[in-house]
Structure formats: C-alpha cells, structure tokens
C-alpha cells in the first residue's frame, strides 16, 4: 500500500528543545516536501527536495533544517523551536516525471511549542 | 517574491449551482506554472491542471473549465453544475518554471477556499 507516513502525529513541546518530525515514503518518489498549514494563512512551502542529496528552499524556511540522505526519508528538523512555529505540519511526496501530478500527503503532524 | 491570492475563503452553493474560485497572482518571474489542487476531507491534494504561462487557452475537463488571463494575473477555476462530492478547499498554486525542462520544485500556495454544495 502507497503510504506517507509521518511521526510524531502530535507533539507539545517547549520553546528551544530541539525536534524532528520524520516522513517516510515507500513510492519510489523523488520529490518530497514540507508544507505548514495555518487557518487563514493557507499551504506555506517550508522545503522541499528534488531528490536524494538535493534540497532547497520554499517560501517559509527559517528556523528549519531539513536533510535527504535516502530517497524514502525527508526529516524536518527544528534546532529552537518558537511559538511561532505552531502549526499543521504536512509532508508530501510526488514523482518528477508524468502527468500525474497529484501530491501524496502524510497524515499530519500538529505542533504546539510552549 | 511570488505570491498568489485566493480572496473567497468560504462559498457555499446549492447542487447543481456554478461556482467560480477566484485566484489572483504575482511573480516577476517570465515563466512559470500554475496550479490547482483540490483537498478533501481525507487530506490529501488532489492536481487537478497545471497551466504554462506562455498558454493562455483557456482548458474545460468535464465539469470543470479554467480561464487563465496573464493581463490581469488571474487563473479562475469554474465548476458547472456543482455536486456534494465537490466540497472540499481547493487551491491555487505558482511555481517558477526554471530551465527547459518541466518539472518544478517550489510551489507557493493561495490561502484556499472552501466550497460547500448543499444538497
């Protein structure tokens, strides 16, 4: 079964102590990326990456760090996280050739930093 | 910077009522791609066309049709004759088209709109 999947699903933490939320994927994609979700703000592109070892930035990447050392994983990392940072967190993962076009999205991860 | 404007948040139509969801956006970018997307309740975005900016012809699929006027930066998205399986936010969405190739890695999102149809 095609899956995303993302861990933790929620997470309650405190400002400064550093996380990782991890994306896994089993489709073979190369691309992957990660979108926050805010009531009236909509999708936001934090990053996003074109294949193993090739990563760039979206439209909201501070206070982000991302990696991709296997084509399966895209881990975001928050080294001080702010309450800033509270949000929906969505990782989504596409293949690069074809016509079908349509993002495959993980479960979700919400985030509250104190 | 790039960004695109979805002014409606919420729409709420009676089956078989026409909907248009507006988009507006800005680039300086001389090409690129735009987007819509559909989410429904089950999460996950749903493509629905992707548009080059140097094709201004406007495209019909079924139910829905898509008017892309580069003079006024608009990309609107109509459904005709809209059904309760088309609640759901849709999305539009910029992405600069770099080099000659196709594909594309940024995409930078509207806001969303809700649509309800009501039976």
């Known amino acids: 079964e095609a899956q995303v999947t993302q861990n933790p699903r929620y997470l309650i933490t405190v400002t400064g102590k550093k996380l990782t939320v991890t994306c896994s994927q089993n489709?073979?994609?190369?691309?992957m990326s990660w979108y926050r979700q805010d009531p009236g703000l909509g999708l936001r592109q934090i990053y996003y990456s074109m294949n193993v070892e090739v990563t760039d930035k979206g439209d909201v990447p501070e206070g982000y760090k991302v990696s991709r050392k296997e084509k399966r994983n895209f881990p975001l990392i928050l080294e001080s996280p702010s309450p800033n940072q509270t949000s929906l967190y969505f990782c989504a993962t596409r293949p690069l050739a074809g016509i079908g076009e349509t993002q495959y999205f993980g479960p979700g991860t919400r985030l509250l930093v104190l | 910077a790039q960004k695109v404007t979805q002014a409606q948040t919420e729409i709420s139509v009676v089956e078989k009522e026409d909907v248009t969801l507006d988009c507006v956006y800005e680039t300086r970018d001389t090409t690129y791609y735009l987007f819509w997307y559909k989410q429904p309740p089950s999460g996950e975005l749903v493509f629905l066309i992707r548009?080059?900016?140097?094709?201004?012809q406007n495209e019909i699929s079924g139910r829905y049709s898509w008017n892309f006027q580069k003079s006024t930066s608009s990309f609107n998205f109509t459904i005709t004759a809209s059904q309760v399986v088309d609640s759901a936010v849709y999305f539009c969405?910029?992405?600069?088209?770099?080099?000659?190739?196709?594909?594309?890695?940024?995409?930078?999102f509207g806001q969303g709109t809700i649509l309800t149809v009501h039976p």
């Open positions: 489709m073979n994609h190369e691309y």
């Open positions: 969405a910029l992405s600069p088209r770099k080099g000659g190739g196709t594909s594309y890695g940024k995409l930078t």
């Open positions: 548009r080059n900016s140097f094709d201004e």
